[in-house]
């Protein structure tokens, strides 16, 4: 079986992509209770697919927030892909088209598939064979979501708000079983820490921020050891 085909591609990334089903469906969920239509979830999660930002976006969408609210909250919660940008492999797609919807479809589980050592010779194809299709299992769970919440309503929703988060952790342990290095580990928790401490409204951003000087820092020290 080639590591290009459909088949192989879909091997590695079902792992994570199955889980956008019941994460698909807690959006769904929410969207139907915070008195909204269906169907605005699979258009969430089509048009928008930022995951967290979705979540958050129910509730802005909810109270008919103000426009600035709802570009400042974007920037914060997206900008952490400006550091995904460093390392996804977007110079392997090919077409000015694929590019585009590469760089629209890149969430933290496309990264997470993109730069594991099981694809590191994926090209053009299997990239955006598997960025579509992670988002086609996200607008579908969604659609369910929705679907089950508008047909049988229930009057409270507890634990879905951390369906995402559950992911992330996942993904983390998932990373550093491929790549297990106990210092970036240690330094990623340590920048987490500091952030939450210090400028817990803006922990993503500041705690992406700080791992990414220690790391150039690291590299620097390591580059002087080897001149």
Known sequence: MSEHSLRGVMSVTAPIGLAFIPLGMALGLLV?????????????????????????????????????????????????????????????????VGKLYSTYALSDEAYAVAVSPAAERWTSRPILMMQAALQALWVTGAALGGLIGSALPVERLQGLDFALTALFVVLAIDAYRQRPDRLTALTAMACAVVAWLLVPGQLLVCAFAGFTVVLLARLGVERRRHA
Do not use: K, Q
């Not at 460093?86 to 077409?95: A, H, I, K, Q």
């Open 32 to 96: 139907v209770h915070a008195g909204l239509d269906w169907w605005w979830a699979p258009a969430f999660a089509a048009v928008i697919y930022a995951g967290s930002l979705e979540f958050l976006m129910v509730g802005l969408a909810a109270t008919a927030a103000p426009l600035g609210t709802v570009a400042l909250t974007t920037f914060i919660v997206n900008s952490r892909h400006v550091f995904y940008a460093l390392s996804f492999p977007l110079d392997r797609v090919n077409s000015p």
